[in-house]
């Protein structure tokens, strides 16, 4: 099962070469793989299993703790030219990149096993996977591999066929030389996760962590795959994907790009609380969209796991998430209970007695028990609502949201595409522990896509706005979306989760024509008689606090709206220039 194309040999010889690693290993899907990945990291103290009673089949994975959440100050975009990185990238040329991380990686993995994770995103064989191969000194990250993507002796064998994989090569950055190995082993003064998006490699050192690390996620369906969407006419998107039924017993597909643990598996994952609504999850974090012979925009979702965020999760709010990590999950830097079960925040109202915080120590009460960025893994064939459709389905409308305590509404729908494409590129929420830096602070995260756009921003809203260049009107309609206002206690006006099919029953009421609108300068809300709020415990002036938009408040965000498009200068459309100034003028009416 090695490979034999000289494209392929010749790649892993010289990484091994200048790696040298003591050993290694071809990942393939068979059990005994998984069972040897697991009991590696169960000898090194990386996972503890949990108590099979409780949670059969799953593991505590304990981060070193100044690895925890991507690091979007250490990932860069390595384009010949800076601008195509654009200004919201970090950038660095790529030669230069080249010969600092060649020196990281020079003996990075003596004493250690080399894995070799041949894999696809997106179904083998369709025209739209892209293949990889990830080679790492990580078998955490070999074992997270087998459940995000897709790995089968297919892949391999299709790599091996033609040679055309993208090379992402990733390293903890902790050679054992003169030195025991520890339970997480990383570099943080030394990580870099950079990216070359005109030769499509990734190079990554240092971290051990999810988007850092798993290097089919973020890196390549992503960063490396949005800027083969722009040369090819697709989208590579932040988005989860939804497929709705309603009581009527039409079916919808919905597509929604919010920012990092800003509720995309949650909305994936839906309990509609509205009788005769059913919805089921297509993907919850990446989709890839093209259009379609029909005109439409068709998405798949090319992961095969979910890594999703585990402190909010319960089975009130999220029961689907629940049942789908009851079994056959890694958990990472959760808390661990006196009986061998995870525990997080928001898990259940009190925390159980004799909790391990994820630090490994026991809890006191004081900070959080599990990380704020804790997370599960776990296939998507564990979830007990998964839709069958793998192979792309046509969107309906497409969301944007975010985290807003103030200003942008509940629900509002764009005019028009140009007009959803506006919305989209003056998107911001508060930044949360998905990431390093603070959280809680207003940021523009354009499409949801800040951290994750391989190339020039500006030039990526040129591509949003050339895919109406054609049938505009086959297009999904594009909507805002906010679960996240705060009234005068502080806390969440709306009850979110389950209860956000009000907001998607509306959306498809608009789209059938069943709905009105009133116009604001964010686009079209809801007419109180038409948004259904019965059975739920809000105040006398719901719609207000949902809906009303603070005529000083959209003063400054024109000013904040501003500055954002000065950085794009000459890389910003034209045709957002003057949605800019449609909005300024709408404002000031
Ligand atoms: P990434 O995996 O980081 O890309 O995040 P995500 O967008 O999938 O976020 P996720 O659904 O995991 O939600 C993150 C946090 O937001 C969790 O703590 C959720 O409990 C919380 N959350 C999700 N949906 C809602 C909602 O409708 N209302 C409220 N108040 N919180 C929500
Ligand atoms: C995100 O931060 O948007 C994630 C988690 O989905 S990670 O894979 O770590 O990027
Ligand atoms: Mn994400």
Redo the contacts with the bound molecule.
């Keep these: 099962m090695r490979f034999t194309n000289p494209k392929v040999v010749g790649w892993l010889e010289e990484w091994t070469a200048l790696m040298q690693p003591e050993r290694s290993v071809m990942v393939d899907a068979s059990a005994a793989m998984r069972e040897q990945l697991i009991a590696t990291l169960v000898e090194l103290g990386t996972i503890k299993a949990l108590n099979p009673q409780l949670r059969p089949g799953s593991y505590l994975a304990s981060s070193d703790p100044r690895d925890v959440a991507r690091l979007e100050s250490r990932t860069i975009i390595c384009s010949e030219r800076e601008a195509d990185a654009g200004p919201t990238n970090n950038w660095r040329a790529p030669s230069e990149m080249r010969e600092m991380m060649r020196k990281l990686y020079e003996g990075c993995m003596r004493g250690r096993t080399m894995y070799i994770i041949p894999f696809s995103m997106g179904e083998v064989g369709s025209p739209f996977a892209i293949y990889g191969i990830e080679i790492t000194d990580s078998a955490y990250v070999a074992l997270s591999m087998l459940t995000m993507a897709t790995i089968d002796d297919r892949v391999r064998a299709a790599i091996d066929a033609d040679g055309v994989f993208v090379p992402a090569v990733h390293s903890v950055g902790y050679p054992l030389v003169g030195r025991e190995d520890v339970a997480w082993p990383c570099n943080p003064e030394d990580t870099y996760i950079a990216h070359f998006p005109e030769t499509r490699e990734i190079w990554s050192y240092g971290s051990g962590y999810g988007g850092n690390a798993l290097l089919g996620k973020k890196c390549l369906a992503l960063r490396i795959a949005s800027v083969a969407a722009r040369d090819e006419g697709w989208l590579a998107e ?1 988005m989860l994907i939804l497929k709705l039924t309603s009581p009527r017993n039409e079916v919808y597909y919905v597509a929604g790009a ?1 920012p ?8 994936a994952m839906l309990v509609p609380t509205r009788p005769g609504w059913r919805a089921e999850t297509v993907g ?2 990446i989709a890839w969209l093209r259009r379609g012979p029909d005109g439409r925009l068709w998405a798949v979702n090319p992961e095969m796991g979910f ?3 585990a ?3 319960s089975v009130k ?2 029961p689907v998430a629940m049942e789908t990590v009851a079994r056959n999950t890694i958990f990472t830097n959760c808390a661990l209970t006196a009986d061998g079960d995870v525990w997080w925040e ?1 898990m259940t109202k009190e925390p159980p007695e004799g909790l391990t915080d994820w630090q490994g120590r026991p809890y006191t009460g004081e900070g959080p028990a599990a990380h704020p960025n804790a997370r599960f893994t776990v296939s998507i064939e564990e979830s007990p609502n998964i839709a069958p459709e793998r192979d792309g389905v046509p969107i309906s409308a497409i969301l944007f949201g975010g985290r807003r305590s103030t200003l942008v509404p509940l629900v509002t729908e764009a005019r028009s595409w140009e007009h959803g494409v506006f919305l989209g590129s003056i998107m911001a929420s508060e930044t949360t522990a ?1 990431a390093e830096g603070a959280v809680g602070r207003v940021r523009r995260d354009p499409f949801a896509m800040l951290p994750f756009c391989g190339y020039n921003m500006g030039d990526y809203f040129g591509h949003w706005l050339s895919m109406a260049e054609t049938d505009p009107q086959a297009l999904p309609r594009i909507y805002l979306v906010n ?2 206002r705060r009234g005068a206690d502080g806390g ?1 006006v709306w009850p ?2 389950g209860e ?1 099919v009000r907001v998607l029953s509306w959306i498809i009421d608009r789209l059938e024509g069943r709905a009105a609108g009133s116009e604001t300068p964010l686009g079209l809300i809801p007419k109180p008689e038409d948004f259904e709020v019965e059975g739920l415990d809000l105040s006398e002036n719901w719609f207000d606090l949902l809906f009303s938009m603070d005529k000083e408040e959209l003063i400054a965000e024109v000013d904040l709206i501003r500055e954002h498009y000065a950085r794009f200068a000459e890389h910003l459309p034209k045709q957002l220039a003057a949605q800019f100034n449609e909005f300024e003028e709408s404002v000031h009416r």
């Design positions: 932040h919010f990092s643990a800003c509720g995309k598996t949650n909305l919850d974090d890594f999703g965020v402190p909010g999760t709010t999220n928001g998905a679960w996240f969440f979110g989760y956000n």
